[in-house]
T-cell receptor, first 114, second 117 residues
Framework: NAGVMQNPRHLVRRRGQEARLRCSPM?????VYWYRQLPEEGLKFMVYLQKENIIDESGMPKERFSAEFPKEGPSILRIQQVVRGDSAAYFC????????????FGPGTRLTVL | AQTVTQSQPEMSVQEAETVTLSCTYD???????LFWYKQPPSRQMILVIR??????QNATENRFSVNFQKAAKSFSLKISDSQLGDAAMYFCAYRIITFYNNNDMRFGAGTRLTVKP
């Protein structure tokens, strides 16, 4: 059973460009979570999605950031008009359902904004 | 607000020795879960151990065990017989589960563990 997959592993963008980060949850998992990790810091929750629904986006900046988890395909975290402060590692985690407390993490995408 | 505090930014241990990483948390909830995750240089987040708050018995996973003190809101990780591969950042995390939201997970800032040969 493949784990949570994220791609790309590394992404370089210039200021003003768009960044798209993809996350494929573990097979059978319908809950996806996105976290951001700044250097030397812990993970900060951004958004929680189920298939075709955003359940909680309280940790996501109101502007330039959006997330989706379509019926088919991976979850996507989109950052428009990136700025240097967006440089971070972005982690995706998944869990199978509400009753399971443990989240399983992907390897992360390291975004560098030049 | 729920917060997680790891008071030791860095720790060092001799190979084969035992080390304890501290974690305290703040919550008004009575039902929750606690986790320790390990993040090696590869940046992968690896679950080390988990503890249900309603269980009094401390969780154990091979060389890893926790000391869960619910009244003190303390959740320390003990690593016995430390190995070079244990070197990593260790994050303590806290999570409540509600019927509607499955997202309320908070991480500490991490403790960097160095293992000396």
């Amino acid at each position: 059973n493949a784990g949570v997959m994220q791609n790309p592993r590394h992404l370089v963008r210039r200021r003003g460009q768009e960044a798209r980060l993809r996350c494929s949850p573990m097979k059978g998992h319908s809950h996806v979570y996105w976290y951001r990790q700044l250097p030397e810091e812990g993970l900060k929750f951004m958004v929680y999605l189920q298939k075709e629904n955003i359940i909680d986006e309280s940790g996501m900046p109101k502007e330039r950031f959006s997330a989706e988890f379509p019926k088919e395909g991976p979850s996507i975290l989109r950052i428009q008009q990136v700025v240097r402060g967006d440089s971070a590692a972005y982690f995706c985690a998944s869990s199978p359902n509400l009753k399971v407390d443990t989240q399983y993490f992907g390897p992360g995408t390291r975004l560098t904004v030049l | 607000a729920q917060t997680v505090t790891q008071s030791q930014p860095e720790m060092s241990v001799q190979e084969a020795e035992t080390v304890t990483l501290s974690c305290t948390y703040d919550t008004s909830e009575s039902d929750y879960y606690l986790f320790w995750y390990k993040q090696p240089p590869s940046r992968q987040m690896i679950l080390v151990i988990r503890q249900e708050a309603y269980k009094q018995q401390n969780a154990t996973e091979n060389r890893f065990s926790v000391n869960f003190q619910k009244a003190a809101k303390s959740f320390s990780l003990k690593i016995s017989d430390s190995q070079l591969g244990d070197a990593a950042m260790y994050f303590c995390a806290y999570r409540i589960i509600t019927f509607y939201n499955n997202n309320d997970m908070r991480f500490g800032a991490g403790t960097r563990l160095t293992v000396k040969p």
